[in-house]
């Protein structure tokens, strides 16, 4: 069992598994998917350089997840106010679900367009790419970026 509050600092890996910890996580992986579920912490940073980054009920104050190729879930993604997240993929695309959308700002730019609870948000013409996008204007911060997909938001 990992002590409550440690540090999980992964330098290199071919992909991980992290599920309830509660402390600082920072993930690189060479080749793989990197998942984390159940996790509380004031900081997550995670890269992978090929697979995708899946997060179910991550909770953070500060989280960046980027991935050179693959898509990013994040799914009941617990933001805390005043926060910041960033998500962004080169090549794939993204889907969030949030609580509610109350004090955010949420800043979504997509190659193939960003749709909110099933409704596009951009541009609709097909031969035209995504423009940027920017919901609310709350003091948590929420980037969003795919160069190479779509974003779907959805609140639960």
């Known amino acids: 069992a990992v002590p409550p509050r440690a540090v999980l600092a992964i330098a290199h890996c071919a992909g991980s598994r992290i599920y309830g910890l509660g402390g600082t996580v920072d993930v690189s992986s060479d080749d793989g998917r990197i998942e984390l579920r159940d996790v509380a912490s004031d900081r997550v940073t995670l890269h992978s350089d090929d697979g995708r980054i899946i997060l179910d009920r ?5 989280l960046v997840a980027q991935t050179d190729d693959g898509r990013i879930e994040a799914q009941e993604l617990r933001t805390q106010a005043g926060g910041s997240y960033s998500l962004t993929t080169s090549d794939g695309s993204i889907e969030v679900s949030l609580r509610d959308l109350d004090g955010l700002t949420i800043a979504a730019d997509a190659a193939d367009g960003v749709r909110l609870d ?4 951009d541009s609709d013409d097909d031969d035209d790419e ?4 920017t ?7 929420v980037r969003l970026t795919t160069y190479d997909g779509s ?3 959805t609140t639960v």
């Open 130 to 133: 995504g423009s940027p996008v």
């Open 151 to 153: 974003i779907r938001i």
């Open 135 to 141: 919901i609310g204007r709350g003091a948590t911060h």
């Open 118 to 121: 099933g409704r596009r948000l």
């Open 58 to 62: 991550v909770a953070a104050k500060s």
